[in-house]
């Protein structure tokens, strides 16, 4: 199994950044594919960003030169740089991973709240 805790939310202005990160715990090894969500409230869960194994990646357009995802050396961590924010940021952010024979896991989130 694959546990995985978000972290980095926070109250942030229009135009700030934040960089949040999701680290993982157990079979670690067997993830083959990170992925970050959104959920606004009232709003379906929406798809931000992957990253495989083999180093490639997507970014929504939604947030196409805004947001940027990496992951450490180690591939324990993921991370979502995020910059000029704006107010329709504001979600539940999430990260899941699926992993080899396993499936898909997911965090409980972080809050991310855009306002002046």
């Known amino acids: 199994q694959v546990a995985l805790v978000e972290s980095g939310g926070g109250v942030v202005q229009p135009g700030g950044s934040l960089k949040l990160s999701c680290a993982a715990s157990?079979?670690?090894?067997?993830?083959?594919?990170w992925s970050w969500y959104r959920q606004a409230p009232g709003k379906e869960r929406e798809f931000l960003a992957y990253?495989?194994?083999?180093?490639?990646?997507d970014v929504a357009d939604s947030v196409k030169g805004r947001f940027t995802i990496s992951r450490d050396g180690a591939g324990k961590t993921l991370f979502l740089q995020m910059n000029n924010l704006k107010s329709e940021d504001t979600a539940d952010y999430y990260c899941?991973?699926?992993?080899?024979?396993?499936?898909?896991?997911w965090g409980q989130g972080t809050q991310v709240t855009v306002s002046p």
């Open positions: 157990g079979s670690v090894a067997r993830i083959w594919k």
């Open positions: 899941s991973a699926q992993v080899f024979s396993l499936g898909t896991y």
């Open positions: 990253l495989k194994l083999d180093d490639s990646m």
